[in-house]
């Protein structure tokens, strides 16, 4: 056991003046085996087992006792915060949840280990960050400190479209894609009646959505964003795809459904829908970032919100040191790559990204693609009702695009009501 006591020692020097007072340095100063909790989505347990082999394989000096629970990704942070202290030491989770479970006081401080990293694990934190795409590192990081390690970058949407109908160059545009769609008696389509598609028009726009510290959302979406463009003209200019004749809005959960009818040439979704888009494109198969749109004739990029998976250790974990070990093991570069060939899901670590077999995928391409122009969304519980009646009302068109007074009004209106105080 002098490995584990070995680590015990960095881990007591560099964590002294915190977690020793509370008598949970690391249970490794035990000659016991080192217990470590795991959830993970369903569909990656037998990956899991695997990795969980490999990371154990690395430490035979060391008696682990490491057990795998299922615990998906959407639903951890509920899970967690029914009692932290309970549960697991390593978890998968959304991105979105970070911000709750940092409140919570769920998620280790990485930093603190961060010699720790460098003894055992053979890299520094900084070689962690540097080997992730950038915006998978801030989404990961609360008030400068990293709290979680990135797992996975596909959780977008993009545009899927028939190239036997739309040219690589008409997809680049909304207005060239409806022309094209028109022109061969089919249909382009996205969701709108949902805060997470149609945020993407706003987003572009360099509008913003935040959460303030009492969970309430901050929105100036019935304003003027840093970029000149008004709320307004983002409203008319959605209205207009929306009322084209070529438009299909698609009824949120529908999207497979539409894609299999055979009357969409383009669509905005994500990599869940991937086989459904190459069973009804066939040969014509192709996928991109997001489409522009246009204000005032200048072209503006859509901005997804684009969402992260990731792996982090609970504060409370009696074998933090070693948990926050097994969590870096479980994102690196082999594993991620390990993940993309068992599940094909999207890797965020950047030699990963690089294969051509992640490459070759025109799913992971084209979100990865997106991943450029992508907003970690930041919103409240007030932030959905509201925004998705908003996006029915510009996918009904019962908003006159000419009328700006009763344009303004509906943004004051849907602003008004995302930004209410929590009752």
């Known amino acids: 056991m002098k490995f584990k006591k070995v680590l015990a020692v960095v881990l007591a020097v560099v964590t002294a003046a915190g977690l020793s007072a509370c008598g949970r340095v690391s249970s490794a100063e035990t000659d016991g085996a080192v217990g470590i909790r795991v959830w993970g989505a369903e569909d990656d347990q037998t990956l899991l087992s695997e990795l969980i082999a490999g990371f154990e394989a690395q430490y035979p000096d060391v008696d682990f006792d490491i057990e795998l629970g299922v615990e998906s990704e959407s639903t951890a942070k509920d899970t967690i915060l029914t ?82 109908v739309i040219s690589e160059e008409d997809a680049r545009s909304w207005d060239t894609i409806l022309a094209a769609a028109q022109k061969a008696g089919k249909k382009a389509g996205m969701i709108l009646s949902s805060g997470w598609y149609n945020a993407a028009f706003f987003y572009g726009a360099g509008f913003t959505t935040d959460l303030n510290p009492d969970g309430t959302t901050a929105m100036d979406w019935n304003g003027v964003s840093p970029e000149g463009y008004t709320g307004v003209q983002v409203v008319q200019s959605m209205l207009d795809i929306a009322g084209h004749p070529a438009f299909m809005p698609i009824a949120d959960g529908d999207t497979a459904n539409q894609i299999a009818s055979g009357s969409l040439c383009a669509v905005v979704s994500g990599s869940w829908d991937a086989q459904a888009a190459q069973d009804a494109f066939g040969d014509g198969y192709a996928a991109t970032r997001l489409p522009d749109f246009m204000i005032d004739g200048n072209p503006v990029p859509m901005k997804s919100a684009f969402g992260y998976k990731f792996i982090g250790v609970n504060e409370y974990s009696e074998n933090i040191g070693w948990a926050i070990l097994l969590a870096e093991y479980l994102t690196n570069e082999e594993s991620q790559i390990r993940r993309f060939e068992a599940r094909q899901i999207g890797p965020t670590n950047l030699n990963a990204v690089a294969t051509d077999e992640v490459q070759a995928n025109y799913a992971i391409a084209a979100v990865i693609a997106q991943s450029e122009y992508g907003v970690i969304q930041k919103a409240g519980g007030k932030y959905w009702d509201p925004v998705k009646s908003f996006g029915e009302i510009i996918a009904q068109g019962t908003i006159d695009r000419n009328d700006t007074a009763a344009v303004q009004a509906s943004l004051d209106s849907l602003v008004e009501g995302v930004t209410a105080a929590i009752e």
Do not use: C, H, W
């Open 83 to 164: 009692d932290v202290e309970a549960a697991a030491d390593v978890f998968a989770f959304a991105s979105d949840q970070i911000y709750d479970l940092v409140n919570a006081g769920a998620l280790a401080d990485i930093q603190v280990y961060e010699e720790a990293f460098e003894r055992y694990a053979g890299k520094t934190l900084d070689e962690i960050k540097a080997s992730n795409s950038e915006s998978s590192v801030e989404a990961a990081t609360v008030d400068g400190v990293l709290r979680a390690f990135p797992m996975a970058g596909d959780n977008s949407y993009f545009l899927y479209y028939d190239a036997s």
